[in-house]
């Protein structure tokens, strides 16, 4: 009953995000920490992420995790069940562009994304993380966020994965749609709604939302936009505890599915 009183003044909200060692991810993190929650910093790398959560400072705690790895799925849900008895807000930021060597140009990324010759294995590799990673981290969080008082779950997409956007003749970005990476976002939306819906009913919100275009290592540091700019957005739809369900968003608003 204690808990369930618990009082605003005592009741510090917890985040996990993930992939939050650097770029968005790293500044989603960041701004959480700054407003007061305590913020688990998911990173493959657990050195990367250490030191990730030693720049953000002491509300900020690294953990293990590689969303293709059930294993390091299921620790990291064990640790903050036992740390912290439940989660008010998961962030699935980690994702790839491609499966090719650091480096590698958006040009090349995107040739080699093309639906006529893009190797089943890149593929493979990018939806493993991109789509099927969201999936088992935002099962295996879910008996901890339904145990908060205002769960909510972002996904960090792409304006690229917005079929509609990408259908329409005047769409400037046509050229950059292919299977691997801006597919797999299309996906990733698909997820988000199939989650949003069944959870509304329990009152988790569940949205979208793309950084714009960030130059980080995703894209080669050849995007527009500085990740400051980028985790605007996402960061914005994190901290409403008391907004919609089953939006998309970006950096200008609404984006169409």
């Known amino acids: 009953m204690e808990n369930q009183i618990e009082s605003s003044t005592n009741y510090q909200s917890v985040a996990l995000v993930t992939g939050a060692n650097q ?84 040009e090349d990324a995107t ?24 999936i088992s981290v935002t099962q295996a969080m879910l008996p901890l966020l339904r145990k908060s008082r205002a769960a909510r779950i972002v996904n960090v997409s792409s304006a690229l994965g917005s079929l509609t956007w990408i259908s329409d003749p005047a769409c400037w970005a046509k050229e950059h749609f292919g299977v691997v990476y801006a597919a797999s976002k299309t996906a990733l939306n698909a997820i988000t709604m199939a989650f949003a ?32 700019e980028g985790s605007r957005e996402p960061v914005r739809v994190a901290l409403e505890t008391d907004g919609p369900t089953a939006t998309f968003t970006g950096p200008t608003g609404p984006l169409p599915w």
């Open 111 to 134: 040739e080699a994304g093309r639906a006529t010759n893009a190797s089943l294995d890149e593929v493979r590799t990018v939806w493993e993380t991109n789509v099927f990673g969201v």
């Open 23 to 106: 770029g968005v991810g790293f500044q989603i993190a960041k701004a959480l920490a700054a407003n007061g929650y305590k913020v688990y910093v998911g990173s493959r790398n657990l050195g990367n992420g250490e030191k990730a959560a030693a720049e953000i400072g002491a509300n900020a705690q690294a953990i293990q995790l590689d969303v293709t790895q059930q294993s390091t799925i299921s620790a990291a849900a064990e640790r903050i069940e036992k740390e912290q008895g439940r989660l008010d807000l998961l962030v699935n930021n980690a994702g790839i562009a491609h499966a090719g060597k650091p480096g590698r140009t958006l």
């Open 197 to 228: 819906l069944e959870l509304e009913k329990e009152n988790i919100k569940v949205n979208a939302v793309s950084p714009g275009f960030t130059a980080t290592a995703l894209n080669n540091f050849q995007g527009t936009d500085t990740v400051e």
